[in-house]
């Protein structure tokens, strides 16, 4: 973004601190795009995703005076969407998240086959996939993949046990490895 676009974004935030609903709509079509993708990862269907983005997008507005124009603004509101999402899977945590002490599946022994599997595929194939998992496992996979946070950060953001964490990732990764093992099977015999 060059300096222009940053004074003209810097503006409309202003406006938007003031309570200017014409620089609000200007701000949410700004930043729509980017933060459905988020919202999208951390959701079941399109619906729940609109739905955690209109919520996000209150919080945004609501907490704007607070962004102190230091950073990304894009990174700020990013966060605002992936903890909404968060709070979203915390307050039903008794329907997703199951803290079990199943056996684990090593990460590691998983992670190279897993990475040479997904290379095969394009992005809308592997967002599909992902789309698929759990709603347990889809979450705990995006914030460490995507996000990138440890799993002391992820059990502590969804109220559950680094364990469980470990688990539900370790048992996403297997998750898509099967379904784009079997999209795999799929295109060979189609």
Not at 58 to 82: A, Q, T
Not at 111 to 133: C, P
Request: aromatic share 10%; net charge positive; hydrophobic share 35%.
């Amino acid at each position: 973004m060059d300096q222009k676009d940053q004074h003209i974004l810097d503006d409309i935030v202003k406006r938007c601190v003031k309570g200017d609903r014409k620089a609000q709509r200007e701000l949410y079509k700004c930043f729509y795009s980017k933060m459905m993708g988020v919202c999208y990862r951390y959701s079941n269907n399109a619906e729940d995703a609109k739905d955690l983005l209109q919520d996000g997008f209150v919080k945004v507005f609501s907490n704007l005076k607070k962004y102190n124009f230091d950073g990304s603004l894009e990174g700020w509101i990013r966060r605002i969407m992936v903890n909404t999402a968060i709070d979203y899977y915390r307050k039903n945590k008794d329907v997703f998240f199951v803290d079990s002490n199943d056996d684990y599946i090593l990460e590691n022994n998983n992670t190279v086959s897993a990475n040479s599997i997904y290379s095969q595929f394009g992005v809308n194939d592997i967002m599909e996939a992902i789309q698929s998992l759990s709603p347990a496992y889809k979450a705990v996979f995006n914030l460490s993949v995507i996000e990138g946070y440890p799993h002391k950060d992820i059990a502590k953001k969804l109220n559950i046990s680094e364990g469980a964490s470990k688990s539900n990732l370790a048992k996403a990764k297997q998750n898509l490895k099967n379904l784009l093992k079997q999209k795999e099977i799929n295109h060979s015999n189609g």
